[in-house]
């Protein structure tokens, strides 16, 4: 008797389970259903500046967040921002919890079997950041050390990739928290985007470095897979904003670069849906 309570226990859970997962799917909407409703529900970094941010008047700010912006502003809707941590990006889009991911996603083959990208539209190189009286110039050098970075991002399969077999992994919820294991003392040294040294020298003036470049990823909007709507319509969105200088002056304000030369393919990951 107690096993097939446990029995009828068990499928009621995976019952529950399976209609709340699709009723969070059947939530996905439309580009036209967008329209009508009048307003996008847009995935972000919360906590990763000039990324995505709030800032001092608790507004949604940084770099995604203005592309996202001028994006709802094509459609024609209201933009509403939905800070997330790193991990929970794509988990937030498949589930239906949010339209679309102006969110810093490194495009990874790995990442395009779960979305949709984009073309490419931004630029980040990856790097390992330690203390100034530290050496570290090779890969090598590190052998033994504790390195941070904020879980499921490019800097952990970065870092991972480079060195994991050799020095500890250590991984955060995000990159804030990964800035503070730093500065706290729980690592010897963290993978960070192209902003880490600026985050840490406001932590802690003069104190840390960029020690390693190991790849230089682009960030592509994510969409649901197979949802060619979306896609086209992000896309001719971003043909629009490269050609008539949108996003150049955008990436000059926060990233203050010029706009970087994108790729026209990147193997195994599809700019398109078929």
Known sequence: ???????????????????????????????????????????????????????????????????????????????????????????????????????????????????????????????????????????????????????????????TDAVGSTATVRRFDDDAATIQALVSGQVKAVGGNMFYGQRLDAASAGTYERKIDFLTTYNGVGTRLGEKDWNETVNAFLDKIKANGELAAITKKWMKIDLPTFPESIPNIPFTVK
Do not use: C, H
């Open 1 to 159: 008797m107690y096993s097939n309570r446990r029995q009828f226990l068990g499928m009621a859970l995976a019952t529950a389970a399976f209609v709340t997962v699709g009723a969070a799917a059947a939530s996905a909407a439309t580009v036209e259903e967008i329209k009508a409703k009048g307003t996008i529900v847009v995935g972000i970094q919360g906590d990763n500046a000039p990324w995505g941010f709030v800032n001092t008047s608790g507004k949604q700010d940084g770099f995604d967040a203005d592309v996202a912006t001028l994006f709802a502003r094509e459609l024609g809707v209201k933009v509403e921002f939905q800070p997330l941590a790193v991990a929970n990006r794509i988990p937030a889009l498949t589930t239906g919890k949010v339209d679309i991911l102006f969110a810093t996603m490194a495009m990874t083959e790995e990442r395009a079997k779960s979305i949709q990208y984009s073309k490419p539209y931004a630029a980040n190189t990856i790097s390992l950041y330690a203390a100034k009286a530290d050496t570290a110039k090779t890969p090598a050098d590190v052998a033994g050390w504790e390195i941070g970075v904020p879980k499921s991002s490019s800097q952990d399969k970065a870092i």
